[in-house]
């Protein structure tokens, strides 16, 4: 809406004073063509400041650099264990003596095979993105801790 | 911690106390057996039975600690993490053992 040219009473009274440089033109994100009226009147220093003005709040927080290289490579490790544990399960044939016991054996054994993938998913939601030591620390050591011991000791004997 | 992390630590802790259980069991039936066959644990196997006893009760804590801060549903992820590397534990620590007594 272009300015008159004479002295109006009336301008305190509308949001439409273009030469305020606080002044934020709420279509102004959008840069249709009917801006290019507006472009006319407010200096490209006063648009600059609304559009940082506008964009200066939704910075998000960049990821370490490296860390989904090495969560993709721990994410490999840890696939390996899960396939680990389905044979290590195999290996240890554990029996209860009653039936009770034994669907309880079987549960134990279930959450032994998904305790890899439950361990890997806790970190990447645990650990904050922008910190590379956190996740690192606490992938190593589920890979340690979760280590199939029943596979390795089968394979090295 | 709100009531809901009590809760779900009260009812996780059962299968916690069922692992502390299982460990027990075999911390009494295990030396009994060797006794039966003239035979004594040694020093490594009592290791490996009492880190059966005091793994899950570790681990758990541990999770508690570590997850106290956490919303609900994280707080749960990260105690049922802690049953499942119990459960991983358990049966590294059998074979183990299987493999010292063959040993």
Redesign the interface.
């Known amino acids: 809406m272009a300015r008159p040219s004479a002295p109006d009473d009336d301008a305190a009274l509308r949001w439409d004073y273009l030469d305020d440089s606080s002044y934020l033109d709420p279509g102004a994100a959008d840069a249709e063509p009917n801006d290019a009226a507006v472009g006319d009147v407010v200096s490209a220093s006063d648009r600059g400041a609304v559009m940082d003005a506008q964009d200066a709040p939704a910075t998000p927080e960049q990821p370490a650099p490296g860390l989904r290289l090495l969560t993709a490579a721990f994410a490999v490790v840890f696939v390996l264990w899960s396939v680990g544990?389905i044979i290590?399960?195999g290996?240890?044939p554990?029996s209860g003596p009653t039936l009770l016991i034994e669907v309880?054996y079987q549960f134990?054994?279930f959450?032994?095979i998904?305790?890899?993938a439950?361990?890997f998913?806790?970190v990447v939601?645990?650990t904050p993105q922008h910190r590379l030591a956190p996740r690192l620390g606490w992938l190593t050591l589920g890979t340690l801790?979760?280590?199939?011991?029943?596979l390795v000791?089968g394979v090295a004997? | 911690m709100t009531r809901a992390h009590y809760g779900v630590a009260a009812l996780l802790s059962i299968g916690a106390g069922?692992?502390v259980f299982?460990a027990v069991a075999s911390l009494i039936a295990f030396p009994a057996a060797l006794a039966s066959q003239g035979d004594e644990p040694s020093v490594a196997l009592w290791a490996l039975l009492w880190a059966g006893v005091l793994l899950p009760v570790l681990l758990f804590a541990a999770a508690i600690v570590v997850g106290r801060r956490?919303a609900l549903p994280?707080f749960a992820?990260?105690t049922?993490?802690a049953?499942?590397?119990?459960?991983?534990?358990?049966?590294?620590l059998?074979?183990?053992a299987?493999?010292s007594t063959v040993l």
């Open positions: 544990w290590s399960v290996l240890v554990i309880l134990s054994e959450l032994a998904v305790a890899s439950l361990w998913a806790a939601a645990l801790v979760l280590l199939p011991w029943p000791l004997a | 069922w692992f299982d956490q994280r992820l990260v049922i993490v049953l499942a590397t119990t459960a991983a534990l358990r049966i590294s059998i074979a183990i299987a493999g």
